[in-house]
């Protein structure tokens, strides 16, 4: 009980910490209002749930043998990241839309961000090593998923009355190019890791 007890700790604090992860989830939260994060919300939970299996059942040793491997992953993540940005900083004022995204895509969308992203990958393969051995893989999976499910509602909740400042005058540009800044600052950040 106590190795979940400080996986969950751990995970927490590091899952609740802004990345790209909860800056897609803040930002289109921004964007479309609440309901606009589920998909992509979904999409990161099975990216993380993806990540705890495979580092569980012994990535994380072929990861820390092969340099290379995790250095394309470092890669790729933080080229994602900067064309995020890039998309922000273009987007102008950021608006509220009216129209659904589609919500099979998103979910891929967001699959693949998550999956790409290095942060969680360093995590998992530094902390799975010293908890598979004493604790159950669904176990795990399912204090990932409930906790990813309750930042995702912090974010999301935290979006209702930014959206409001965001509509006043210049706020939703600076905001958007805010957070295209922060990305380059994670894509550059991954890399020098």
């Known amino acids: 009980?106590?190795?979940?007890?400080?996986f969950t700790v751990t995970w927490?604090?590091?899952?609740?910490?802004?990345?790209?992860?909860?800056?897609?989830?803040?930002?289109?939260?921004?964007?479309?209002?609440?309901?606009?994060?589920?998909?992509?919300?979904?999409?990161?939970?099975i990216a993380k749930v993806g990540m705890i299996t495979l580092t569980y059942l012994g990535v994380a040793t072929l990861m820390t043998q092969s340099p290379a491997a995790f250095n394309v992953l470092k890669y790729v993540g933080s080229a994602f990241l900067v064309w995020q940005a890039w998309r922000m900083w273009q987007s102008g004022r950021a608006e509220i839309k009216s129209r659904e995204e589609k919500f099979w895509p998103a979910v891929g969308t967001a699959i693949l961000l998550g999956a790409a992203n290095p942060q969680p990958w360093l995590f998992y393969i530094s902390v799975m090593p010293q908890v598979s051995g004493k604790t159950e893989l669904w176990i795990l999976n399912l204090i990932v998923t409930v906790g990813f499910a309750g930042i995702t509602a912090f974010y999301a909740g935290l979006a209702v009355p930014i959206r409001r400042w965001m509509l006043q005058g210049n706020n939703g540009i600076w905001l958007n190019r805010a957070v295209a800044i922060l990305f380059v600052v994670l894509a550059t950040t991954f890399v020098i890791r």
């Open 1 to 6: 009980m106590e190795t979940y007890l400080l």
């Open 12 to 45: 927490f604090a590091a899952a609740a910490t802004p990345g790209g992860d909860t800056m897609l989830l803040l930002g289109k939260s921004l964007a479309s209002g609440w309901k606009s994060a589920i998909p992509y919300s979904l999409g990161i939970m």
